[in-house]
């Protein structure tokens, strides 16, 4: 009986030999498992077919992302792969571990937890890296462990391996290619997905990706918006008030009627406004008050 290989390519295509430091830290493949975990995308994945293609292909290539002008941003965690937003793509760096056959055999067996994860993240740079340019930004980008040997075939000769590797045998997130941040933030408060060990401060429950370090990032964000609405409603009521002062022996009462109520309606709405902005803040800086106390409190303990 002939046994079955557990590396998805074979020992020559290993580009391990290539790297300038080949060394794999003896703790890795416990690491491995935290940093390639999508734990909260794999529960959203019967979801995200409402907010991405359902295609575990639709990945551009890198020279797209720079075409589209998204400058690639390094995340260690695989849960930030291939999101984007704006002109941002997020990527993370091939591990050294994962170019050698001997590791995937010893620590990525088909029965490893860990393996559906791995195959999937690797299948994506099977399209990540489709043509010698891509190649050649990979390298610059530091998304290929530095070598001064790997040429552009050697490193198609181990990826093409990847690139057949079906949606069965990878992890729920990989059945999907990249993901807008935006989009995700919204499934993220529509469907409040609920994964062991992640819960916290509310913004957790409302972004997939917490945006904001400091709060005044917080208004920053939303000042640009608020602006633009206070200022067409201050046109708005000025322009009726230029209709009115422009008929003052000839009154136009239907008119009048609905200015004073408009008017009305948006002193209102601004005042609305503004309480929720102040709520909204005092929120924000209670919730960052109460994850340093709660830090503190586990440092005490």
């Known amino acids: 009986m002939v046994q079955q290989a557990t590396s998805p390519f074979p020992k020559e295509d290993s580009i391990l030999d290539k790297l300038t430091d080949q060394a794999i830290p003896a703790d890795n493949a416990l690491l491995l498992a935290d940093e390639l975990s999508c734990a909260m995308l794999d529960t ?10 359902k ?28 999101v984007w937003h704006s002109d941002t793509v997020y990527l993370k760096p091939l591990p050294v571990c994962l170019l050698s056959s001997d590791f995937w055999e010893l620590h990525l067996s088909p029965g490893s937890p860990t393996r559906p994860q791995a195959l999937g993240f690797m299948r994506t740079y099977a399209y990540l890296i489709r043509h010698r340019s891509d190649f050649q930004i990979a390298r610059r ?10 040429l552009h075939g050697e490193f198609e000769s181990f990826i093409r391996h990847f690139r057949s590797i079906p949606d069965d045998q990878v992890s729920p997130r990989w059945g999907f290619g990249q993901l807008r941040l935006r989009w995700l933030d919204w499934a993220v408060r529509i469907f409040q997905p609920r994964v062991p060990g992640m819960q ?18 917080f208004v920053r964000e939303f000042g640009a918006p608020l602006l633009f609405i206070f200022a067409g409603l ?32 948006i002193i209102i709405l601004l005042v609305a406004i503004i309480f929720v902005l102040l709520v909204v803040v005092a929120v924000v800086l209670a919730l960052q008050l109460g994850f340093a106390l709660r830090a503190r409190k586990k440092r005490g303990n």
Do not use: C, N
């Open 44 to 53: 959203l994945h019967p979801h995200l077919d409402l907010i991405s293609r």
């Open 55 to 82: 295609s575990s292909s639709h990945i551009d290539a890198l020279h797209v992302h720079l075409r589209k002008r998204r400058a690639v941003t390094i995340s260690e965690h695989a849960r930030l792969h291939l």
């Open 141 to 150: 980008e530091d998304l290929i462990p530095p070598s001064e040997k790997l």
């Open 200 to 217: 916290g401060p509310m913004l957790r429950r409302l972004f997939y990706e917490e945006p904001y370090q400091q709060t005044g990032q």
């Open 234 to 265: 201050s046109l708005i009521l000025s322009a009726m008030q230029v209709i009115l002062a422009a008929r003052p022996d000839d009154p136009w009462p239907g008119f009048a009627s609905v200015s004073a109520g408009f008017s009305v309606a």
